[in-house]
Every structure is written in C-alpha cells, then in structure tokens.
C-alpha cells in the first residue's frame, strides 16, 4: 500500500535551518509529484511547492520562495525539504503529500513533522 | 490571488444533514477537492472532482459546485465525523489553494 514516512520533530533556534524527509513506498516513485504542506498551530493548511519526481522541477509558493529547496532521492525513494534561515512562524506541522496522477489533489499524506523554532 | 472562503464552524446533531460551503470567484469553472482532519491526524481525501469520492469513504459524505460556491454534504452524520474539513482547488496563477477550513462539531 501506498506509505509516505516522515522524519521526526525538530527543534530548531531563529536563522537555522531545518531539512524534513519523506519516505515513500507502495507505487511508483516517479509517477507522482509530491508536495510539501504545513500547518501553524491552530491554523489551516498552506501550501509550500511541489517537486516533479521525475526530473526534478521544483515550483514554490510566493511566501517561501529563496528559503526552501525540494530534493529527491531516487535509490531511497526519499523526498526532501529543506527551510532555512527559520523564523518563529514557521513553526508548524510539514506534510507531505502525493499528488493524484492529474497533480490536482493530493490523494496521500506522510504523517507531519512538527518543527518548533525557538530560541 | 484566488481565495476560498469557508464558515469557521459547522454544528450539526447526530442524525442530521452538516452542510460546509466553499466560496470563490466562479468556483464552478475549477474541481474541488475536500479533506478531513481529526485533531493530531494527517488530511483524508473524503471528495475529488467537485463529487467523487475516493475508495473506503462512505457514501454519507457528498460534494456540488455551482456558481460560486462549493459545498460538501455529510449526511447522517456520526461522532466519528468531528472534524476539521477544508476544501482545495488548483488555480493557474497560485497553483494549490486551500480554504479556511471549517470545524464541524457533533452535539
């Protein structure tokens, strides 16, 4: 079946960086575009960009763009998100999540990661 | 940049028919998608394409797009279906969009 496991929680001071994985299995890791979504606590959900598994293209949301990278590892079946120079807000919940085949919803998410940031 | 608009909060009595609304500027030109959310938990796909509804969730849960609005209907609903919902539409110039999401409290 369809899995996509994410690292644990982070901890992390203002100006650092943070890098969340997902690992996924149960279908075709290039057929699939992932994701990243987060979540602020008691907030709603906001989307962060996408990745094309299978040649890399990355496209980031206005908000993020110039902190985040998107990687993948094609031998680990592993996404990557990378957050850097870290601001309180944006502590919050990160998912990932696996686009449906017309990459217009997302049929599949990992758990979320909580990552904290705090001085 | 396209915003959807949804009510902060749903209650319904058990039994009953919960109706969560999504707005947005001619929404019915775009598919919609709904998602649950139990508090701790990950999103579930419950509605893709405006009303079709992924394998494993139950026939109680419904959605319709027409004019500017959205709307996904849970019918008889159930305890289990407290939950945060949250429609999704992908627009050209913002790429994923979500709503403000909205609680549904079963009393």
């Known amino acids: 079946q369809v899995q996509l496991v994410q690292s644990g929680a982070e901890v992390k001071k203002p100006g650092a960086s943070v890098k969340v994985s997902c690992k996924t299995s149960g279908y075709s890791f290039p057929s699939h575009v992932i994701s990243w979504v987060r979540q602020a606590p008691g907030q709603g959900l906001e989307w962060m960009g996408w990745i094309t598994v299978s040649n890399g293209n990355t496209n980031y949301a206005q908000k993020v763009q110039g902190r985040v990278t998107m990687t993948t590892d094609t031998s680990t079946t592993t996404v990557y998100m990378e957050l850097r120079s870290l601001r309180y807000d944006d502590t919050a919940v990160y998912y990932c999540?696996?686009?449906?085949?017309?990459?217009?919803?997302?049929?599949?998410w990992g758990q979320g990661t909580l990552v904290t940031v705090s001085s | 940049s396209y915003v959807l608009t949804q009510p902060p909060s749903v209650s319904v009595v058990p039994g009953q028919t919960a109706k969560i609304s999504c707005g947005g500027n001619n929404i019915e030109s775009k598919s919609v998608h709904w998602y649950q959310q139990k508090p701790g938990q990950a999103p579930v796909l419950v509605v893709y394409d405006d009303s079709d509804r992924p394998s494993g969730i139950p026939e109680r849960f419904s959605g319709s797009n027409s004019g500017n609005t959205a709307t996904l209907t849970i019918s008889r609903v159930e305890a289990g279906d407290e939950a945060d919902y949250y429609c999704?539409?992908?627009?050209?110039?913002?790429?994923?969009?979500f709503g403000t999401g909205t609680k549904v409290s079963v009393l």
């Open positions: 999540a696996r686009e449906n085949e017309e990459a217009t919803n997302f049929d599949y």
């Open positions: 999704q539409v992908w627009d050209t110039t913002t790429d994923y969009v």
